[in-house]
């Protein structure tokens, strides 16, 4: 016996002491299928259509629920009144009103879902069939990224990623970037709240779990999306929730994110929670993710309350953030919001002079990109560039040299008072093809690597994939 429910979801927050909140609701394969074929463009970002695909998109990446798009246009409205539930096929469109009844007060969108029960009571939720999604035509709307523009326009793409959360079977978060939180807000990319959540319904997508990273601490370490920060002005936001399967530091619960700031900048590093008495942690790491002690920031309470903040000048290069509490044993959910300003957007990673009068790029990210030309250095009638690391506990790293404009050779020496050292290492075509690759154990130290061609003269781009090769 089938018996249908039909389920409206309004703007209403629900207050709770964790984050994230699920319906009992959710899609029995895991699988949806959705018609889509708005019509027309935004203004200034693309057709409707690409916009809620990569919607769709977003969510499909981060968990194992699979959303289908099928181009063309379905009613959404279709066997949608009173005591109708709806199609068991999944529609999507602009729309004056609800299927006949008005939206609310700045109600942006409605998604429409509709099950069947999985008893008589319709106790426990239902097995989802259709979650048709209506956006307020009534509203001006445009696609972007970023800020809330102040000009009026609803940003559609960020709407329908939290519509298409809640056909998925969440409720409101109360977590205060989280893209499922009740109302629209600068945060345009679904954040780790809102991942967590959907994982809790359909499991984590195994791919998005190769996002943490293995490293020399052996602690967890995840790089958000969005973990490259670049330009005169860009903010970032993150959710999470300090638990005991967290990795402990001294007693204490420690998330760790990596974010690489491609510029000189002024950070506003602000960390807060309503549950526990917040630490934060910002330390910038070498291409071997070695700590680099001098550029190591913590605070406790600069921020309201008991709140962390970090403001200050930090320069470009890969940084580990670290949320944790300045007691012990402290749970809860936590926000972070990253600032970060430059008034030279074309500022990067340092350079100096080597007495041997070669530039040599000091503590770039793993991955450095760069070119050989005219301008560089000529060292035996070819073209070198230098790139300085730091290693400061025993690590066995592998190091690519890949291009396709050249045969390369690398070159890996320690340095010792700022001159070569005893350790010399070269490879031609360890790699795939002519590519250069070197794998080793390095102590502690201060080595160069020295990209150059195999035969005199040649130049073009090159990419350098430095990976740490664990026990
Ligand atoms: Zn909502």
């Known amino acids: 016996m089938r018996i249908s429910a039909l389920l409206l979801i309004t703007l209403l927050s629900i207050n709770s002491s964790h984050a994230f909140e699920v319906s009992e609701n959710f899609w029995e394969n895991g699988q949806a299928v959705f018609h889509v074929g708005i019509s027309g463009s935004s203004p200034t970002g693309g057709t409707w259509n690409d916009a809620f695909k990569r919607s769709m998109s977003a969510w499909s990446d981060v968990s194992s629920f699979e959303f289908v798009a099928v181009d063309d246009y379905l009613d959404p409205c279709i066997d949608r009144g009173e005591g109708l539930f709806g199609d068991g096929s999944t529609g999507i469109d602009f729309s004056a009103s609800v299927c006949g009844s008005e939206f609310g007060a700045n109600i942006l969108a409605v998604t429409l879902s509709a099950g069947i029960c999985q008893n008589l009571q319709c106790t426990g939720g239902f097995l989802i069939t259709d979650g048709d999604i209506l956006f307020n035509s009534s509203e001006a709307w445009d696609v972007y990224s970023g800020s809330l523009r102040f000009d ?45 959540g959907i994982a809790s319904i359909y499991g984590e997508n195994e791919m998005a779990q190769e996002i943490t990273l293995a490293n020399i601490y052996g602690v967890t370490l995840v790089a958000p999306d969005n973990a490259t920060i670049s330009g005169s002005n860009s903010s970032n936001n993150l959710s999470g929730t300090l638990s005991s399967s967290d990795n402990q530091l001294d007693g204490k619960s420690l998330d760790l994110y990596q974010y690489t700031f491609e510029n000189d900048s002024l950070i506003d590093i602000q960390l807060d929670s309503q549950s526990f008495d917040p630490f934060l942690y910002l330390v910038r790491v070498s291409a071997t993710q070695s700590a680099l002690p001098s550029f190591t920031f913590t605070d406790d309470n600069s921020g309201s309350g008991n709140n962390a903040r970090i403001n200050r000048s930090i320069q470009a290069g890969t940084y580990w953030l670290g949320v944790s509490s300045a007691s012990n044993a402290a749970q809860g959910s936590y926000d972070v919001s990253i600032i970060s300003n430059t008034s030279n957007p074309s500022t990067s990673f340092e350079t100096f002079t080597s007495v041997y009068g070669v530039d040599v790029l000091i503590n770039p990210n793993p991955d450095i990109s760069g070119s050989l030309g005219s301008t560089d250095f000529i ?12 290693v400061t506990a025993a690590s066995t790293v592998r190091i690519d040299l890949n291009s396709s404009a050249f ?17 010399a290492l070269q490879n031609d075509n360890n790699g795939s093809g002519t590519n250069s690759r070197l794998e080793t154990t390095l102590s502690p130290g201060t080595y160069w690597l020295g990209v150059t061609s195999f035969s005199s003269g040649e130049s073009g781009s090159y990419d350098i994939a430095i990976t740490l090769v664990l026990p």
């Open 152 to 196: 009026g326009d609803s940003e559609f793409e960020r709407v329908a990623l939290h519509e298409l959360g809640h056909a998925l079977g969440l409720n409101h978060s109360s977590a205060n970037s989280a893209i499922m939180r009740a109302f629209v807000s600068d945060t345009d990319s679904l954040q780790s709240d809102d991942i967590a």
């Open 379 to 390: 060292f035996n009638n070819r073209f070198l560039d230098l790139v300085q690391i730091e």
């Open 407 to 423: 045969d390369a050779s690398l070159l890996l020496v320690d340095i010792v008072s700022n001159e070569v050292g005893n350790l």
